[in-house]
């Protein structure tokens, strides 16, 4: 459809009956440009008043092609596309990549690696959370979180450059294990961190949980019920959110998850509330996996027997890991050279992102900025 | 030498006295004040919410970034001055001068002392809430006629906002004035009125049937801070969902009217507050710490606190790294530092510290509630639009109008006391 | 609601105790800003920065023997090295080395990929230029390494 046509489209009023005074919808286009899509985001709201009567999701101004960019490249050299899609949980997709070609292959890493890997993911985890965290309760009004999250956020960033040498696009591990080992007091300085984290997480409790007027703007926006969860494909702390036990590191262990003891926080009525308490939770069940695979990190070799030129056997493969966002999906279809004949992502942002004109439709203006700030995405993910 | 002769022999306010040379100076006096005012506040805001997010917010333009209010003035006033092809251009020009002009007339009752003030309406505390109502008429013309979305929504908002929130702060106020009748018997308007009255009754209204008083002094000051669109009531500009609100497509110079009045009438609200209910420009504590050398004391506490603020900027001149590139800033900061320790000396003197205190406490007591601005600002997240009518119709509306019957009754069966004392005797 | 909640929401403890969190943090000692360029991050030891040559510390000569194995790795393919074979060694030696760092991504394949250690990610972050062509660096360049940033005023 036409631009034009799509606005005409909104409006009630056949185009030829309207007069200077009707009363026919406002369609307001919020983004590319605007302080809270989180990017380049473009919603257009057909708007009554305050009322969002609809949305329509224009998407695609980050588009770089990434899953083509991973078929005219060898499988080591596209390691470090995958980084750019969600940049700021970039050491997750790295992990997602790298256990899919993997598996391709048939290799397994070696168990100090895959604690390794662990440590970092659930690292990147909670910075991802730290964005979210900042960013949504700066969309909601409240600008003070998002310093403070930033300080910790920072403190990880350290650790990453520190262990690998980048801060926000790491390309930390490879196919077959990790390139690099811990650096001398890795365990050490990791374990400070949770000690801290710990108490900073209080600290952003303490200055939004109980506050009235933080959850009479989450309290009941955007609701979603498990089953419209689960029928609009949305996954991580939107459908636990709703109230559904779904997290990949459980039903389906990768990397060693099985070896530790964590829980699934879920929320019972699948509002923003719920999923912001869910997704704080998440950060302490974070801290608890990294404390155990820092005690359990063994010695040992950091990478399997991976030939030097990659090639894997002809065939396809889906590796699916619980990335910060939701399900974060590999396809790779090989078919025995040394560059994917298929490369396809599946991104959690992506497919959370549907479920926006669900949660947004009858609300105000004002839930459209929180339902997004909620839905935690990231547009390098949803545009590829 | 006439002029300051009777100037300094009267103890009326200038409009009282029907002096018009004083009262052209006055107003000059208020409105420079003012204008310095606000950028002193720019960059306390910048600073203390800095230090609130861990940041240290401007530090480059001059020391601790003092000169960064003027450097941002001046970009604004030499930047180009846009006005969108499809905008109702008069409106769009008379808009933001509507909105200064109203929140500089505030100024003009305002009692910084006796005889600190242009004038002394009979009505004026009834004058600074209609005249401060004024000035949503400004932004809604300037959100409509910038004919753009977001700039309409905004104004639509803060219309509605700005209404309703008047009446808590009205009933607020009402509790307040009828309290200046305890004693009389007739109750004044007049702003210098209140505070007189305050003084007579040896306590400031907020602590006069406590709580409330207070409770009428909270209600008020959640209710200025939606009057002045600030944070957490930041709604019709609040700029994570309607980008800039109804100064969207405002820019230049037009801009910084804008944020002129905002603060301009940030302060007129605070010294509303001030004048009700914490007693203008009476010195703290007159009963507990009362006497000749209290007095004293306390007058000498403005002259004292200008020398804390030098000490504070020679420390820091002393403290400031020793690089070459920050040579200039530190003489920079410890020539303020002797300004400011100068301006103190000044204020010890015996003819001058009598005649200053006033306007210091007042305006003490009305940056508390700057800073309380600033605060609020840095903690809360911003309310929704139906939340805060909820607010503002369901729980200050109600609770301000039990505060006011109560405080008529509880004044009532003062006097009703007395009636039946005077019967029994 | 109980008791508690009620007192709890009438003396407004949920706003005052996030108001007592940011006045809390005012402290100087919280602040974390760091003024670059007066205060200087320390880089780790790991850092990928600008890309440089190694060159032999004692002769002076290039540890470079010109295979190639960085071209290949290069996923933007950015890197061109030519060749020649010493005819009196039969050993190949690298004659020219360019490098476009305006789409380096700094993923550290090169590094990784190269055999004699030769070509290596600097703690070097300060990169910015005026021109795209002064991005092309040349084996002149890249043996010299990046010279630190001196700011002036």
Redo the contacts between chains.
């Keep these: 459809m036409s631009e034009s046509n799509f606005y005409e489209s909104l409006s009630d009023i056949e185009p030829g009956q309207r007069t200077y005074l009707d009363s026919n919808e406002l369609v307001l286009n919020m983004g590319p440009q605007h302080p809270s899509t989180h990017g380049v985001l473009r919603v257009i709201l057909k708007l009554d008043g305050e009322k969002v009567l609809g949305t329509d999701c224009v998407i695609g101004y980050l588009h770089r092609g990434v899953e083509k960019i991973g078929e005219n490249r060898t499988y080591a050299q596209f390691n470090p596309y995958v980084d750019r899609m969600d940049y700021v949980a970039a050491v997750s997709n790295g992990l997602g990549y790298c256990l899919a070609v993997e598996k391709l292959l048939g290799v397994e890493a070696p168990k100090r690696a895959q604690y390794l890997r662990v440590i970092l993911t659930e690292l990147n985890r909670i910075s991802s959370h730290h964005v979210w965290l900042g960013t949504h309760a700066l969309d909601i009004g409240a600008i003070t979180p998002l310093f403070y999250v930033f300080r910790e956020r920072e403190e990880i960033l350290k650790i990453f450059e520190k262990y690998c040498g980048a801060r926000l696009t790491t390309h930390a591990f490879r196919i077959g294990g990790c390139q690099y080992d811990a650096y001398e007091g890795f365990e050490k300085e990791v374990l400070k961190f949770c000690a801290e984290q710990a108490k900073k997480i209080d600290e952003y409790e303490e200055l939004l949980t109980t506050n009235r007027i933080w959850v009479d703007r989450t309290k009941d926006v955007g609701v979603l019920s498990a089953e419209e969860c689960i029928a609009l494909g949305a996954t991580g702390p939107i459908i636990r959110g709703s109230g559904v036990r779904w997290d990949l590191r459980k039903a389906q262990p990768y990397s060693s998850y099985e070896d530790f003891d964590f829980e699934i926080p879920i929320g019972l009525n699948g509002d923003t509330y719920d999923r912001y308490v869910v997704r704080i939770q998440e950060m302490r069940q974070s801290l608890r996996i990294v404390e155990q695979a820092v005690a359990g990190l063994m010695e040992g070799p950091i990478m399997a027997k991976v030939p030097k030129i990659i090639k894997p056997p002809a065939g396809e493969v889906y590796v699916s890991i619980e990335a910060p966002k939701g399900e974060l999906g590999y396809f790779i279809v090989s078919d025995g050279t040394t560059q994917p004949y298929r490369m396809r992502v599946r991104p959690p942002s992506f497919v959370n992102l549907q479920s926006l004109d669900q949660m947004v439709r009858g609300r105000l203006v004002a839930d459209v900025v929180a339902i997004i700030g909620t839905l935690d995405i990231v547009l390098g993910e949803v545009d590829r | 030498m006439e002029p300051l002769t009777r100037y300094l022999s009267s103890n009326v306010t200038p409009g009282e006295a029907g002096d018009m040379l004083w009262i052209t100076i006055y107003i000059l006096i208020v409105f420079a004040g003012v204008s310095v005012a606000v950028i002193c506040m720019n960059w306390l805001e910048r600073k203390?919410l800095a230090?609130?997010?861990?940041?240290?917010g401007p530090?480059r333009v001059g020391p601790h970034g003092l000169l960064q209010p003027i450097a941002d003035a001046v970009k604004l006033l030499i930047k180009e001055d846009v006005i969108p092809a499809k905008a109702d251009k008069l409106m769009f020009w008379f808009a933001p001068l509507i909105v200064v002009m109203t929140a500089f007339t505030l100024f003009l009752v305002v009692p910084f002392g006796r005889t600190h003030a242009v004038t002394d309406m009979n009505i004026g505390i009834l004058f600074m809430l209609g005249a401060s109502s004024l000035s949503v008429l400004g932004v809604i013309i300037g959100g409509w006629s910038s004919n753009s979305?977001?700039p309409l929504?905004g104004a639509?908002?803060s219309s509605a906002q700005m209404v309703s929130y008047e009446i808590a702060m009205g009933l607020a106020i009402v509790a307040a004035v009828l309290m200046t009748s305890l004693q009389t018997g007739t109750g004044t308007l007049s702003m210098i009125g209140i505070v007189e009255s305050q003084a007579a009754q040896q306590t400031w209204f907020a602590f006069q049937f406590f709580p409330l008083g207070f409770i009428a002094l909270v209600i008020f000051s959640i209710a200025m801070v939606a009057e002045t669109n600030r944070?957490?009531f930041?709604?019709p500009e609040?700029?994570?969902?309607?980008?800039a609100g109804f100064m969207t497509e405002y820019s230049g110079i037009r801009w910084s009217l804008f944020f002129l009045a905002e603060y301009a009438s940030m302060m007129a609200v605070s010294s509303i507050a001030v004048t009700l209910w914490l007693g203008g420009w009476l010195r703290p504590f007159p009963n507990a710490l009362g006497g000749h050398a209290w007095d004293v004391a306390f007058s000498l506490v403005p002259g004292i606190a200008f020398l804390g603020l030098a000490a504070m900027c020679l420390l820091g001149a002393i403290r400031m790294?020793k690089?070459?590139?920050l040579r200039v800033q530190t003489v920079g900061l410890a020539g303020f530092g002797v300004v400011l320790g100068l301006v103190g000396l000044v204020m010890l003197l015996p003819g001058v510290r009598e005649r200053v205190q006033d306007i210091f406490w007042f305006v003490a007591k009305a940056s508390i509630f700057m800073y309380l601005y600033i605060?609020y600002?840095?903690?809360?997240?911003?309310?929704?639009?139906?939340?805060l009518m909820k607010v503002g119709w369901k729980v200050l509306l109600p609770i301000a109008l039990a505060v006011l019957i109560l405080t008529a009754l509880v004044g009532v069966r003062q006097e009703l006391y007395a009636v039946f004392a005077g019967v029994i005797r | 609601m109980t008791l508690g909640a009620v007192l709890r929401k009438i003396f407004m403890v949920d706003i005052l105790t996030g108001m007592s969190v940011t006045f809390r943090h005012q402290k100087q000692a919280d602040v974390i800003t760091e003024q670059y360029p007066l205060e200087r991050p320390v880089i780790a030891e790991r850092y990928r920065g600008q890309p440089r040559l190694a060159v032999d510390p004692e002769t002076g000569e290039t540890l470079c023997n010109g295979c190639g194995m960085c071209v290949t790795a290069c996923p933007e393919k950015l890197i061109t090295v030519t060749s020649e074979r010493d005819p009196e060694t039969k050993k190949k030696k690298m004659t020219t080395y360019t490098l476009d760092l305006s789409r380096c991504m700094f993923c550290g394949l090169c590094q990784e990929a190269c055999p004699t250690d030769c070509i290596e990610l600097t703690q070097d972050y300060e990169m910015a230029l005026y021109s795209r062509e002064g991005m092309v660096l040349s084996r002149e360049q890249l043996e010299q390494g990046p010279k630190p940033t001196v700011y002036v005023r």
Excluded at chain 2, 51 to 56: A, D, E, K, V, Y
Excluded at chain 2, 238 to 243: F, K, Q
Aim: no cysteine; proline share 8%.
């Design positions: 203390i230090h609130m997010q861990i940041r240290l530090m979305h977001y929504l639509l908002r944070a957490p930041d709604l609040a700029e994570s969902e309607l980008v790294p690089v070459g590139a605060w600002r840095g903690t809360f997240p911003r309310y929704r639009f139906d939340q």
